[in-house]
């Protein structure tokens, strides 16, 4: 059988090419492929029989998925039920390819990578990722600051979506609140095609400086703007006939993601626009869905994971929107509208 990988998908696979064997071999030399082959093996038992923490294996487990040596069956937001297939032949293919004795022999290979060569004593919790290397959610108001900057550096393709269907996305709105907009930079892009278009940026306190610099370097005084709050603890603020979600409902679980669509539907004017941005799990982004998943496997206050388009698709029909559509770009967008006779 022939896999043709597109460019996108063979650039970041190669990109992540040595994080992908440190999975393959931890994975060989912890038994877990002897145990996944078989299968089914659902998470819950496979934690218990390897002595590791379950977020932890969910995210190692979604590594082998998006390289495609795993399938997966996940019917609801409980990953303990989550049940793993090998594909046929996998250890056999890892032992013949990188060797039984791999990870001993290139342990310190990374020495500047903490957590390469390491993931087994990794997903046993022995070692972790440190707050001065990744803090979620954010603790001081310097992480939050530097999350959110960091944040903006990944903008580029949902920019260039929303460029691509200005007219139809702000056209007819007046007000957009971004919601966990970062430090405004999305905001500013979208102003920048929809001149008829006011944004604020709703975030922790701890940003608004971000925004307030944003504002002055992007040039919109009166059109930027910011409203503090916490989208999890607080409604969202009404008054707006249009919403965002950009890369925000990924970080969160499935009920948290639904009840911040609820907060949203609840806000919104009648016939208000909701957009979703994200990357969603496709094909041609597994590479991508792997190294968040990697880089998150020593951290277990973060349940960040790719979705499939139809995840939000489904639940805005669920929370009551409609007219929902997927637009085409870098990144795809769903958007959404609250009937114009919801109250």
Known sequence: MTVTLSPRALMSLLANGPKAMDVLETALTMGLLDALEPGPARLDALAA??????????KFLDCL?????LTRSESGDDIATVSYRA??????????????NAQERDRDRYPWRRLHGRLAESL???????????????????????FERSMAVGLGPVIETTRRHADRLWSDRRRLLDVGGGDGTLAAHLLDSAPGLRADVYNLPAVEPLVRATRVDRGHPDRLGF??????????????DAMSFVRVL??????????????????????GLLVIGEEFRTPDRLAMQF?????????DSCVSRLREVEFYTGLLKEVGFERVAVLSGAWELVTAYKPETAR
């Not at 190294?291 to 951290?299: A, D, K, P, T």
């Open 49 to 58: 029989r390897f002595g590791v923490r379950p977020l932890r294996l969910y």
């Open 65 to 69: 998925e998006s390289l495609g040596f």
């Open 87 to 100: 594909v046929p032949g996998l250890r056999e293919a890892v032992v013949a390819v990188v060797g039984p």
């Open 124 to 146: 046993r919790g022995e070692v972790s990722m440190s707050d001065d290397d990744f803090a979620w959610p954010p603790q001081t108001d310097e992480q939050t600051a530097d």
């Open 227 to 240: 409203v503090g709050g916490d989208f999890l603890a607080e409604p969202l603020p009404a008054g707006y």
């Open 250 to 271: 990924h970080d969160w679980p499935n009920e948290v993601a639904r009840r911040l669509v609820e907060k949203a539907y609840a806000a919104l004017e009648p016939g």
């Open 291 to 299: 190294f968040w998943s990697y880089f998150l496997i020593g951290v």
